[in-house]
Nanobody, 120 residues
């Protein structure tokens, strides 16, 4: 099982980024997937998730700005992030979902993370 995130970088406040998560080694379409983020020294924070049927859920802090999607034909998960704010700065991880609107670093498969920095 492998998850590889990409698309992070430095962006100015108000800007946009699209993160991708390439999945391999398992049947991607069978799994709900989640995005989480972590600021150094702080707890892991759940951001968004998408179920097999395409239903999506978001943390209040990103609702209306972030959009999660998936392309099962490409085994890829996405996170479109718009109107980025400095407080969105974090390492972003994709993972197989192990519960509704939650993250558990000790369960499921996780990528290595991609850094997103929002700064002028």
């Amino acid at each position: 099982v492998q998850l590889v995130e990409s698309g992070g970088g430095l962006v100015q406040p108000g800007g946009s980024l699209r993160l991708s998560c390439a999945a391999s080694g398992f049947t991607f379409s069978d799994y709900a997937m989640t995005w989480a983020r972590q600021v150094s020294g702080k707890e892991l924070e759940w951001v968004s998730m998408i179920y097999r049927d395409g239903s999506t859920y978001y943390a209040d802090s990103v609702k209306g700005r972030f959009t999660v999607s998936r392309d099962n034909a490409k085994n890829t998960l996405y996170l479109q992030m718009n109107n980025l704010k400095p407080e969105d700065t974090a390492v972003y991880y994709c993972a197989t979902a192990t519960g509704h609107e939650m993250v558990d670093r000790d369960r499921g498969a996780w990528g290595q993370g991609t850094q997103v920095t929002v700064s002028s």
